[in-house]
């Protein structure tokens, strides 16, 4: 068993795709996870597994991602969608 302290653990933001059979909407539906983990490679495979825990059916190898950023960045549209050039 391997044994992370915690003062190792960075705060990730990952932005994920949900796959096209999880959605009616595909293309347009994400998935924003906010992670710790000791680097981006687990970040990743963590926001994954959260990710595919909310879909069921779902493979959270499945779910792409579409960005990530050190720290917790927060979503300032409220998740609302804004039409620009209106």
Do not use: N
Not at 8 to 20: E, F, G, N, S
Not at 23 to 38: I, P, Q, S
Request: proline share 2%; charged share 20%.
């Amino acid at each position: 068993m391997i044994t992370i302290k915690k003062s190792t653990l960075k705060k990730y933001t990952v932005l994920l795709l949900y796959p096209d059979y999880a959605t009616d909407a595909y293309g347009h539906e994400t998935y924003l996870a906010w992670v710790k983990a000791e680097c981006i490679v687990h970040a990743l495979e963590l926001a994954q597994i959260e990710a595919s825990a909310c879909a069921s059916g779902s493979v959270p190898e499945d779910f792409h991602v579409l960005f990530t950023a050190r720290g917790h960045v927060e979503d300032i549209t409220g998740g609302e969608e804004i039409q620009v050039g209106q």
